[in-house]
């Protein structure tokens, strides 16, 4: 079975391995040199112009997997060599055109950009193109094409330019570290930092969880991920890495859905907190609505705390499909309770730099929190939850009128609505990635079955209320 | 006197929740409030043994239903 979406992917994946393969034998700074041979062993080009470029490229590669450029404080970065820099020319008339009568782009076209040659060929004049694209969906030959850089059309928040080289660029002011562009980029020139030595070296120096206790603490999409293998395999391959237990974000989460509903009945209006690429967008770009995000820790974070006050000395490694979080687990409110972040391509890594095939292993548990709790990783689960909550808690005299946003595009019409007052509507549910966290760019798949099979684990949780679930916490 | 309860995956499924609300329940009928504190960890590594609850070094099987037991035998006669 497949276990990666795109061949970008599956490269990012066998840089890490090797960085990975080499720091668990302490022979990284011997061999780093080696690894862009070990990936492209051969004299001939694969991927590239030349076999140089190619090993140039995993060389940088090799850098982001170590933790990329410490100056940069954002999380996602551009291998400039690797940028392909893709023509930027917008809407363009291709040589489909076929010179016809009925001249519908030209119609459409609000701003007179179409004109038309002596061979009848339709031509855009970009003194006037606003890039609508509506002439592009009105021509019968599809002959008018978005020649947009994928990059920059995956980024919702405009934070992609063109360099006068025509490399990508990121500006970090505008960057939410959602991560769309390291999954949209055709040539896996964006990509996201990776704190997988970091990982590799807490876990050594624990000692086999002697010195110190290392959680795993995992995110619930987690349910859609590693479908070739059962959950309770990768349970067991994450322990059988040197974790000395696998505890559910969604327990946190339910937590979450407890505070943040009385949150809400006590301010009135509120959104969600949960996904960081969110918050950064509502701080970065609407900056009044900034004090109605939820003064709740995200899940990761709530239930790390929770492990952290009742295990001394504990570190915890969040695994989940989110770049986003390496950017949240390094601001000062959260770094107290988390010490690593990695995404599930790069647990895919790590089982295979220490050749654990989690198919050969026997199913582990993983059960914490409920149905409610796990719901989170997908779109609507949060609203659903702090519905829940009010009702669990009695709280009656407060109609929730949730609106949940998918993508950073839903999220801004909520938010300006909001801003305007006008928001139909007295919670926001924000999730920057298309579906919620089974969007996520960490994940190994992204598929419409995904929300089935969260759902499908929400169901199997032992515990069915959230005070069930969370009740075994407040035990002091 | 500090009662700790393994409150991970293997120890839940065999219901932890149940012994921390037996316990709660007991504390509370022998008021005991200010000389039993009960708190919760993730897996204390004997996952066969759930639900594990330690006192002091020891770690101690207890199950929902020998729960009232063990608070009689363990703790109520040792407070």
């Known amino acids: 079975m497949r276990k990666f979406d795109t061949k970008v992917q599956h490269l990012k994946y066998k840089v890490l391995r090797e960085v990975a393969r080499l720091a668990w034998r302490d022979e990284l700074l011997e061999h780093i040199t080696d690894i862009p041979k070990t990936i492209v062993p051969g004299n001939e080009a694969t991927m590239r112009c030349c076999i140089y470029k190619e090993r140039a490229i995993l060389s940088e590669r090799v850098k982001l997997a170590m933790g990329g450029d410490r100056a940069n404080p954002n999380v996602i970065e551009v291998i400039d060599i690797a940028c392909d820099e893709c023509p930027v020319g917008g809407y363009k008339v291709t040589d489909a055109c076929r010179g016809c009568l009925a001249h519908r782009c030209e119609d459409v076209c609000r701003r007179g950009a179409i004109s038309f040659d002596a061979a009848h060929v339709a031509h855009i004049d970009k003194t006037k193109c606003v890039e609508c694209g509506q002439c592009a969906k009105v021509c019968p030959y599809g002959a008018i094409m978005d020649f947009k850089r994928p990059c920059e059309r995956s980024c919702k928040v405009g934070a992609i330019s063109m360099r006068e080289d025509m490399a990508a660029s990121i500006n970090n002011d505008k960057c939410i570290s959602c991560g769309a562009c390291v999954y949209q980029c055709p040539f896996g020139a964006i990509s996201d930092k990776s704190y997988i030595l970091d990982t590799i070296d807490i876990l050594k120096k624990s000692e086999s969880n002697q010195k110190y206790k290392v959680y795993a603490v995992v995110a619930p999409s987690i349910s859609s991920q590693f479908t070739y293998a059962k959950l309770g395999q990768v349970i067991s391959g994450i322990k059988a890495l040197g974790f000395h237990t ?231 | 006197m500090k009662v700790t309860v393994c409150i991970g995956s293997s120890c839940h499924l065999k219901g932890s929740r149940q012994v921390v609300e037996t316990l709660r329940r007991l504390i509370e009928e022998n008021h005991l409030e200010n000389k039993v504190e009960i708190s919760g960890t993730f897996c204390l590594g004997q996952c066969q043994k759930g639900v594990c609850v330690t006192i002091g070094d020891t770690v101690y099987s207890v199950t929902p239903e020998t729960t009232e037991d063990f608070f009689q035998t363990q703790i109520l006669s040792k407070v």
């Not at chain 1, 969604?250 to 907190?273: H, P, Q, R």
């Not at chain 1, 790590?350 to 059960?367: A, H, N, P, R």
């Open chain 1, 246 to 476: 696998v505890v559910e974000a969604a327990l946190g989460a339910d937590m979450v859905a407890y505070n943040e509903a009385a949150e809400l009945a006590e301010k009135g209006f509120l959104t969600s907190s949960c996904c960081p690429a969110f918050v950064s967008y509502v701080q970065k770009a609407f900056p009044d609505l900034a004090p109605y995000v939820s003064h709740n820790l995200s899940p990761v974070g709530t239930i790390s705390k929770y492990i952290k006050d009742t295990t001394p000395g504990a570190k915890i490694v969040f695994i989940g499909p989110c770049t986003a979080k390496k950017m949240e687990f390094q601001k000062p409110e959260v770094a107290p309770y988390i010490d690593s972040v990695i995404t599930f391509e790069e647990l895919q890594a790590l089982f295979d730099s220490k050749d654990i095939d989690i198919t050969s292993l026997g199913e582990d548990v993983l059960d914490n929190a409920s149905y409610f709790g796990r719901i989170f990783a997908r779109c609507g689960g949060l609203s659903d939850a702090v519905k829940e909550a009010l009702k669990e808690q009695g709280i009656d005299n407060f109609d929730l009128k949730a609106v949940s946003c998918d993508g950073i595009e839903a999220c801004r019409m909520a938010l300006l609505k909001a801003s305007k007052r006008v928001l139909d509507g007295n919670f926001i549910e924000g999730m920057a990635c298309t579906g919620g966290c089974i969007g996520g760019a960490g994940c190994l798949t992204h598929g419409e079955k995904n929300k089935a099979e969260v759902d499908k684990y929400g169901r199997e949780a032992h515990e069915k209320t959230i005070q069930d679930a969370i009740g075994v916490l407040n035990i002091h």
